[in-house]
């Protein structure tokens, strides 16, 4: 029944080894967003697309990317990972269609460690 | 630069005691209003969207009105089960994409 499904839930990753968290939707929406949450924070914009249209926040560090190959997946890549990237990451869809748009459908997120 | 403020920052409540949770706006020109809740370690699930002031959504023991500068999440006879995080999100007409979050109000409901 899951409709956004992020992977994997827990990722613990060495600092500054490069990882990847994806998102997968079964709603084919054509916006989908990431977010990263803090503890005790709000969730922080990072990027997000419509269609194919990539939208980079202007405070999201270099060291975050983010691929859409098809409608359906949304990666996260984080190049080189510091101590201060360790947060949840939530990855989300919605439909926005002749200005338009539905709520927005999150995933369970994936918990982010550095050691 | 846009805000957006939840307060309280958090809330504690006896079973039945009724409250509410306010989110402000700092910018004119609002698309939409959302509501979710969030319980620790899983992401935002959808309660209500608000388009123009005046409007009111419920379901169950919450409901949600909107006025020009500000929506409240009234939460009558609040239950256990009630505690989570209740986020607020907004999308303003000028950047039609972005949903913009406040810090949310962290409810737990006593028996």
């Known amino acids: 029944d899951a409709m956004v499904i992020q992977n994997p839930r827990y990722q613990v990753t060495q600092f500054g080894k490069p990882v990847t968290l994806s998102c997968s939707q079964t709603l084919n929406h054509n916006v989908m967003y990431w977010y990263q949450q803090k503890s005790s924070q709000a969730p922080k914009l990072l990027f997000h697309y419509y269609d194919k249209d990539f939208n980079n926040e202007a405070d999201t560090p270099d060291n975050f990317q983010s691929r859409r190959p098809n409608t359906s997946f949304c990666f996260l890549d984080i190049r080189s990972p510091g101590l201060g990237d360790a947060a949840m990451y939530l990855c989300?869809?919605?439909?926005?269609?002749?200005?338009?748009?539905?709520?927005?459908?999150f995933g369970q997120g994936t918990r982010l460690t550095v050691v | 630069e846009d805000q957006v403020t939840q307060s309280p920052e958090a809330l504690r409540l006896q079973e039945g005691e009724s409250s509410s949770l306010n989110c402000s706006y700092t910018?004119?020109?609002?698309?939409?209003l959302f509501w979710y809740r969030q319980d620790p370690g899983k992401g935002p699930e959808f309660l209500f969207t608000?388009?123009?002031a005046g409007e009111e959504k419920e379901k169950e023991r919450l409901k949600a009105t909107l006025t020009k500068k500000e929506s409240f999440l009234h939460i009558t006879a609040p239950k256990p089960e009630d505690s989570a995080t209740y986020l607020c999100?907004?999308?303003?007409?000028?950047?039609?994409?972005?949903?913009?979050f406040g810090t949310g109000t962290r409810l737990q409901v006593f028996p």
């Open positions: 608000l388009y123009s």
């Open positions: 989300a869809t919605r439909v926005g269609v002749g200005g338009k748009y539905t709520e927005a459908f």
């Open positions: 910018v004119s020109g609002l698309r939409g």
């Open positions: 999100a907004v999308q303003y007409l000028y950047n039609t994409d972005k949903l913009i």
